[in-house]
T-cell receptor, first 112, second 117 residues
Framework: DQQVKQNSPSLSVQEGRISILNCDYT??????FLWYKKYPAEGPTFLIS?????DKNEDGRFTVFLNKSAKHLSLHIVPSQPGDSAVYFC???????????FGTGTRLKVLA | DAGVIQSPRHEVTEMGQEVTLRCKPI?????LFWYRQTMMRGLELLIY????????DSGMPEDRFSAKMPNASFSTLKIQPSEPRDSAVYFC???????????????FGEGSWLTVV
């Protein structure tokens, strides 16, 4: 039973355009969400996070949006660059706990 | 600073053999995690240690899997006997306990790619 779902296994975007990666979750008690990026043959690295008290968090070209009523979050990358090509995992957690529930990942390919 | 160090990076073994994966967490990190990545299930938490003590092993698939953390700088994940369905990437990750704000993040190693034939 997947509590965190990334329904798009892959996404291709032209360089300079916006990339939108989506994530849905089922447990309304989650109050902390993260995005990790993973390059081939490397471990996932932390990208950006958001707590449930916010609906938006921005860090440079990366913005995460949280829609609690829809149990949905999204990661926007603007503008997309070829170096952003990677697998992106979203994760949800109860703040202050150790257990992060990860999605299955979305492979983003940014075309030059 | 050295990150989380895992070995071996790649392992190919025959079904029925014992496999041992090793991890050295980041110095000073109190929490250690073992994750498994598969296409179908993404990143699954197998076991969580805090201060060398196993706290949650509910993600360990079955008795063939075991994990130990004899000291703060070393952990092992053992599969005995291994089966083809165990083929996956196994990640070790660590996190400092003091970081309990919303900036809480875990730091992953590069993974151990296991293939059981």
């Amino acid at each position: 039973d997947q509590q965190v779902k990334q329904n798009s296994p892959s996404l291709s975007v032209q360089e300079g355009r916006i990339s939108i990666l989506n994530c849905d979750y089922t447990n309304s008690m989650f109050d902390y969400f993260l995005w990790y990026k993973k390059y081939p043959a490397e471990g996932p690295t932390f990208l950006i996070s958001i707590s449930s008290i916010k609906d938006k968090n921005e860090d440079g070209r990366f913005t995460v949006f949280l829609n609690k009523s829809a149990k949905h979050l999204s990661l926007h990358i603007v503008p997309s660059q070829p170096g952003d090509s990677a697998v992106y995992f979203c994760a949800a957690a109860f703040s202050g706990t150790y257990k992060y529930i990860f999605g299955t990942g979305t492979r983003l390919k940014v075309l030059a | 600073d050295a990150g989380v160090i895992q070995s071996p990076r790649h392992e190919v073994t025959e079904m029925g053999q014992e496999v041992t994966l090793r991890c050295k967490p980041i110095s000073g990190h109190n929490s250690l995690f073992w994750y498994r990545q598969t296409m179908m299930r993404g990143l699954e938490l197998l076991i969580y240690f805090n201060n060398n003590v196993p706290i949650d092993d509910s993600g360990m698939p079955e008795d063939r899997f075991s994990a130990k953390m004899p000291n703060a700088s070393f952990s092992t994940l053992k599969i005995q006997p291994s089966e083809p369905r165990d083929s996956a990437v196994y990640f070790c990750a660590s996190r400092p306990d003091g970081d309990k704000t919303f900036g809480n993040t875990i730091y992953f190693g590069e993974g151990s790619w296991l293939t059981v034939v």
